[in-house]
């Protein structure tokens, strides 16, 4: 690589200009400039972005696998020529074993030098450029190692410590692009997960602002520039101060786009096997001393995670986030021999008498388990979860010059693995003194290696014979890690990875806390005082317990305070097959959360008309009013009984819902529907209410398609154009568009059906709509859009200001609805917002406008977006319930009961198990049983309702509906009964000419079926069930067009005196009392 000097300093590294020179490739090239004992024996030079090829002789016709083994050293010292990273011995062993390999060993810039951080640096895109060596270097090995001998399609990237963070950072670079450079990793003591990244301007800024004032840049108009010249001495005197050291890899949403454990979580990281092991003792290099009691190992518990504040970076810490946890972290590590480390034999069950304390052990075990021992379990998992092959293992063997106050500490493997035990790089030679066995060792674990580059599998190499264990893949359900071990016969064994089980999950299930409170990779700094983590930590913790709220493909979640981004996440995959991650730039339909900005575009309009409206001779209200009459001939509109285009946007129009009737007119569940074709034929067909306007709430979906096309044919413009215009420029929805299409989403995105156990399966989606839903939006612009929100909401004359006013119906109730926001309860707080719903898609947006907070949940599979916005509000707010009264649900709350105005039925039966107290009312679209809760035996709430139940007779005040229904019991059907009386008066063909709509009945008492004629064709045959005498059955329509089916249709059967029907009455809470007159 070009030498980083002069204007390539401090600037991501280059390749080196091409020669047909020959160079004298004798001797190893000066390491980079660090600072720490790693280079106090080497060469040091800004020109040290070399590396080293290491290869056997006599295999001139042979392409053979690399090792490219990557240093370590907290990122602030070491290099490749270190003697203790010699690579000819594991070489020369793989040519032994029959598995001969190249190794390669490369550089990269250091400290300072390789992680200079600073507003200025992020906008010329030069961050965490050692990191970008790293990555250069493996471009060239893939280019050019077959000049070598060496293959290019089975490259092998390994490192330990800082250099298995940095394998960790270069299997999830760039969201986890798969790059083709490596086909395996090897992880020593360091993974992807819990990387430490420090906020550019609250952490780094100051010091690089310190260093321009020192170089005399402060005054130039491009200072890093002026840095890359500034005199070296100075600079370099700089980071090797207190003030300018602990440079470290930051999060820069480009070569680290997201967290590690976020990341893998999602399966975003390049999918190759991997070795991820630690050594036994990993924490003594990293706990404090000095711990004599639990107060001492609570308080550098908390010490050690306490928040910078925003001006001075390190100083004036607020309340350590670790404090919140703290009862559960002591009790998942207590103090006991069966949790210490160090666990050598010699040491015993006895506590540390020496200036460690006597809980040194206990600190040690955590220490050791949340820098390194709980992220190694973790990595596993995800790699296993998406079926990748991993490899663990924990090194048990403590080298000669290892005190045995240090049991088996950190980097002890090293030696063992290059087969390197003369002692280069240490006083005393690890196996001085000891059994041969250490020397065999070394032999077994360079062997194991070398076969795993070789061919990915680490025990390829082994002979029929061979004594030591095989190294077993890892399970989830039965985890296995191999120990390395000298004083054991066989050198090798495997045992059960579940020790410190409890410790160690609560670390993984608390991973967002901890990893912007501890960064992994300083090994060799260990003042971790002065570590820090930004308020984001805790939002970032709470969403990251969303996928496990709603597990499925995938999903994205962002809360929003005033115009501050709290949190946001994305997890899973936008197509499964594909394997494509989701990110917050992918593409959701939105559905149902369009309507709400359907009715901005409609309120912009009544603000400011375009020019063609502003030329008609009266006002946009009126030019409103008089499209709706046209959309809908057959209906009165406007006065005191007839709708209104309020009406529409408030859900009390009282027109049915157009995707419920599609079923009706002989829709396939998973037939086409063109808004342009099909919508107008429907709204033809459309001649009545099922309520008088004004006067009820119910959802319908025709609402909005009839005031898309309003705004439409009125403004001259397109809806699409409308709300680009006039709501996605404004609020900075960049990505945001109307893609009214559902079988051309955009891609990547898959929305799925199904669930954990039936497997997830592609959804089918082939209509069309502009009005009720239709927009398709990102993360990045939802959140954009609620920014734009709650800024407006200080504007009385905002677009918001008015939509988010509460409504009312005619007779001046206030209504739960209105403007295409749903006013609700979000864990126990008001809230305005709505739900999005398409098959294989469920979102949510809610705003509790008091905090100006507003949660944004998106996911492409079928799951309940409230259960995590509940969760999230809760946490965030400190909210906790109170536990409820209790109060026994007696026989006569379950049945069927039948209200009489309606035609409808609803159900009634005990409420889950995990909710006692409370019963399961079902009337709804999709048959969603809403909980209420029982205040009395015979009264019951919700947040929607109010049920009084007086014998027979069941009192439902459904207050969003602005209605009560007064449901009469059905009598229920005996089994014996099932059968027995003759079904010729209800088979048979009804006809409804006002829906142009034909009811088919067949088969025989007991097990009929139900099937509709129409417009949209010949649909399926639904199978019904007779849930009351008197001829009262449920049609079952669990699939429908639209994403929420209509769920149980009511079917009455309308007998005559002489027992023959003459009609039925079919309908749903979607479209009411639909009558079908007997034609056969």
Not at 559 to 588: C, N, S
Request: proline residues 5%.
């Amino acid at each position: 690589m070009a030498p980083p000097l002069d204007d390539v300093s401090a600037t991501e590294s280059l390749n080196a200009t091409f020669s047909n020179n020959i160079y004298q490739a004798t001797e190893y090239a000066p390491a980079c400039i660090g600072y720490g004992s790693g280079e106090s024996d080497l060469p040091l030079s800004e020109d040290c972005l070399y590396l080293n090829v290491i290869r056997p002789s006599g295999y001139e016709n042979v392409s053979l696998p690399v090792g490219l083994w990557i240093h370590g050293g907290g990122f602030t010292t070491g290099g490749s020529r270190m003697p203790g990273y010699n690579l000819s011995y594991i070489v020369e062993n793989s040519v032994r074993i029959g598995k001969p390999i190249i190794g390669v060993s490369i550089a990269y810039r250091l400290s300072g030098w390789g992680f200079l951080a600073s507003q200025q640096v992020s906008g010329q895109g030069q961050t965490n450029i050692a990191l970008r060596d790293q990555r250069l270097a493996m471009h060239w090995t893939k280019e050019n190692i077959g000049a070598f001998g060496g293959d290019a399609e089975k490259i092998t990237i390994w490192g330990e410590s800082a250099g298995a963070a940095s394998v960790g950072f270069q299997l999830t670079a760039y969201n986890g692009r798969d790059d083709n450079l490596f086909w395996a990793a090897i992880m020593q003591s360091c993974n992807p997960i819990f990387y430490f990244s420090f906020d550019v301007e609250a952490a780094y800024q100051p010091a690089y602002d310190n260093l321009v004032n020192l170089t005399n840049c402060s005054t130039a108009i491009d200072t890093l520039d002026c840095l890359r010249h500034a005199d070296y001495q100075i600079v370099n005197d700089f980071f090797n101060s207190t003030a300018g050291s602990n440079w470290q890899p930051i999060f820069d949403g480009d070569f680290i786009a997201r967290w590690g454990s976020q990341q893998l979580a999602e399966g975003a990281f390049v999918h190759v096997p991997i070795i991820d092991g630690a050594n036994s003792d990993e924490g003594t290099s990293f706990s404090p001393v000095g711990v004599n009691t639990t107060q001492d190992f609570a308080s550098d518990v908390t010490e050690l995670g306490k928040v910078p504040g925003e001006a001075t970076g390190y100083a004036g810490a607020s309340p350590s986030l670790a404090e919140s946890f703290l009862p559960e972290l002591l009790a998942a590590y207590p103090d006991g021999p069966e949790y210490w480390i160090p666990g050598v034999e010699e040491l015993g069950n006895t506590t540390m008498n020496d200036s460690r304390g006597a809980m040194y052990r206990r600190s040690a075990a955590y220490w050791g388990d949340v820098r390194i021992v709980a992220n190694r379990r973790g990595t596993c998992e995800a790699w296993t979860a998406r079926g990748i092959e991993a490899y663990s293992y924990r090194f048990n063997t403590r080298s000669t010059s290892t005190p045995v106050q240090a049991g088996v500490p950190h980097a002890e493997e090293i030696p063992y693995v290059f087969n390197n035990t003369r002692g280069l790089s240490r006083s005393t030679e690890p196996v001085q003194d000891q059994p041969q066995s250490y020397q065999e060792l070394a032999i077994l674990m360079s062997s194991t290696w070398a076969s795993f580059i070789h061919d990915r599998d680490p025990n390829s190499w082994m002979r029929t014979n061979e004594t030591s264990a095989r190294w077993p893949v890892y399970e989830l359900q039965d985890p296995k890690e191999i120990v390395w071990d000298a004083n054991v016969t066989t050198l090798s064994y495997v045992e059960d990875d579940t020790y410190r089980a409890k410790g160690i999950r609560f670390i993984l299930d608390h991973a967002f806390a901890y990893r912007r409170m501890f960064f992994l990779a300083i090994f060799w700094l260990l003042d971790l005082r002065d570590l820090c983590a930004d308020s984001r930590i805790r939002h970032d913790g709470i969403l990251a317990a969303v996928p496990h709220l709603s597990r499925g493909p995938g999903g994205v979640v962002a809360v929003v305070k005033d115009d501050k981004v709290l949190g946001q996440h994305a997890f899973g995959y936008a197509d499964l097959e594909q394997r494509i991650p989701m990110t917050t730039k992918t593409q959701f339909p939105i559905c149902s959360i369009s309507k709400q900005m359907v009715c901005l575009v409609m309120v912009s309009l009544l603000k400011r008309p375009t020019p063609s409206m502003a030329e008609r001779d009266c006002d946009a209200a009126k030019q409103f009013e008089d499209e709706l009459q046209k959309l809908l001939p057959n209906l009165a509109c406007g006065g005191d009984d007839g709708v209104t285009v309020a009406d529409l946007y408030n859900m009390q129009s009282g027109i049915r819902d157009y995707w419920a009737l599609t079923t009706l007119w002989g829709a396939h569940p998973d037939g086409r529907f063109s808004y342009l074709h099909d919508a107008p034929q429907a709204l033809e067909r459309i001649k009545s209410y099922h309520f008088a306007s004004g006067t009820e709430y119910s959802y319908s979906n025709v609402n909005f398609h009839v005031l898309g096309r309003i705004l439409e044919n009125v403004s001259g413009h397109s809806l699409g154009q409308l709300l680009a215009e006039r709501l996605f420029i404004p609020a900075g929805m960049s990505t945001a568009s109307l893609c009214p299409n559902t079988n051309g989403l955009p891609l990547p995105i898959v929305g799925y059906e199904g669930n954990a156990k039936t497997g997830y399966f592609a959804a089918t989606n082939r209509i069309e709509w502009a009005g009720d839903a239709g927009i398709a939006a990102s993360l990045e612009d939802m959140i954009a859009y609620e920014k734009y929100l709650n800024k407006s909401l200080a504007d009385p004359e905002s677009l918001y200001a008015t939509t988010s006013q509460q409504q009312k119906f005619r007779d001046g109730t206030l209504a739960s609805y209105g403007y295409g926001l749903a006013r609700l309860k979000i864990a126990g707080q008001s809230a305005i917002g709505h739900g999005g719903a398409l098959r294989g898609f469920r979102h949510g947006r809610f705003q509790i406008p008091g905090e100006r907070l507003s949660v944004v949940v998106m996911h492409n599979f079928e799951t309940a977006p409230a259960v995590p916005a509940e969760f999230i509000v809760k946490r965030l707010l400190n909210i906790s319930e109170p536990e409820p009264q209790t109060i026994g649900v007696s026989a006569a709350w379950k049945g069927n009961f039948l209200d009489d105005d309606t035609q409808l039925y609803v159900g009634v039966e005990e409420g889950d198990r995990e909710k006692p107290g409370t019963i399961a009312v079902n009337y709804g679209p999709g048959n969603v049983g809403e909980t209420a809760r029982l205040t009395s035996e015979t009264e019951a709430k919700s947040d929607s309702m109010q049920l009084t139940l007086e014998d027979d007779i069941l009192h439902v005040k459904r207050i969003d509906d602005n209605r009560t229904l007064r449901a009469v019991r059905l009598q229920a059907v005996d089994k014996q009964d099932l059968g027995q009386s003759s079904s010729e008066n209800i088979v048979g063909i009804y006809r409804n000419e006002e829906c142009d709509s034909t009811f088919t009945v067949t088969g025989d008492c007991g097990s009929l079926y139900g099937s509709f004629d129409g417009y949209l064709g010949r649909g399926p045959a639904w199978i019904m069930r007779q849930i009351g005498k008197n001829n009262v059955w449920a049609l079952g329509n669990p699939r429908g067009l639209d994403a929420t089916p209509p769920g149980d249709w009511t079917v009455v059967f309308n007998d005559q005196e002489d027992g023959s029907c003459s009609s039925v009455t079919v309908g749903c809470w979607l479209a009411r009392k639909v009558k079908y007159v007997r034609v056969k």
